[in-house]
């Protein structure tokens, strides 16, 4: 398994069919190489660029180095990556929350989850104009977006993985007399996690393009309001800079995910592989 594929790795019982699958140093090396040539390519292909909207990557990476450790680059930065990591964290709790109680509650269910279909149908983005409207440019209207668009992912997945818990383990739960919490936080919440983590997965991508847009309507720090400002501005090397470091932290912040997912569910995909190569 590479940093952000969803592939799961091999265990030993897969080593030992080793001719029915990829090797995994080809997966990592299709990670790797894949954006090297892509990065080369764009290199030689805009190393005589003289349009004005597509200027040379070099030109691109020295203005990177150079804005890198400056005062107000290094706030953009951490405004974003401080309000993605909040939200999503507040989004993740909440959802967990809420999913599992209209997961395990079916008269609760039945009064809130049309309202919860009604609202998680309206794109995130279309929220973030009425939240400035309510309550401002402030740093707590993009919090507040950005959790409310990532919240229903990690809901509805919770809700579902619950429910389709297997029903013998709440069998055996009882046949071993565990009370309430104990089966709610070591048997249900444990089988469904697969599902609840590639809820998170969603909501972490939805939080990524939910910040950006919320920082590009009327907010004057984050990188995405320094990208437009300076496509505004038309410094358009500024932009690709600024264009180029959200792709990295949203590499990044998939890959660090993708990396939780697998230490979390490491039994999961085990047992995935082990049934697969039965």
Known sequence: MTLTSSIPSRTAVARR???????????????????????AWWWVASADSTNPFFPPLQSILARLVELAPT??????????????????VLA??????????????????????????????????????????L???????????ITIAA??????????????????????SRVYRLGRADRLFSVT????????????????????????????????TGLGAATLLAQQSFAITDMWVGIIVLGILGYVSTALF?????????????SQQQEKNS
Do not use: K
């Open 151 to 172: 919240v229903f992912p990690v809901l509805i997945s919770t809700m579902d993985g619950i429910r389709a818990t297997e029903p013998t383990l709440g069998m055996v």
């Open 258 to 270: 993708t990396l939780f997912r697998r230490r979390v569910l490491r039994w999961y995909i085990a």
């Open 135 to 145: 309550i401002g440019f402030g740093n707590e209207t993009r919090i507040l977006s």
């Open 92 to 133: 993740c709790v909440i959802g967990v929350v809420l999913g599992a109680a209209l997961g395990l509650v079916r008269g609760l269910a039945w009064f809130v989850e049309p309202t919860v279909h009604f609202f998680r149908a309206i794109p995130p983005v279309a929220l973030v104009p009425i939240f400035v409207s």
């Open 71 to 88: 005062p107000a680059f290094l706030r953009d930065v951490g405004s974003s990556v401080g309000n993605l990591v909040l939200s999503f």
């Open 17 to 39: 069919h080793a001719g029915r699958a990829t090797p995994r140093w080809v997966l990592v090396a299709a990670e790797i190489v894949v954006p090297v040539l892509l990065v």
């Open 189 to 220: 919440l444990p089988a469904a996690s697969p599902r609840i983590l590639s809820g998170m997965q969603v909501s972490l991508m939805t939080a990524f393009v939910v910040m950006i847009a919320s920082e590009m309507l009327g907010s004057s």
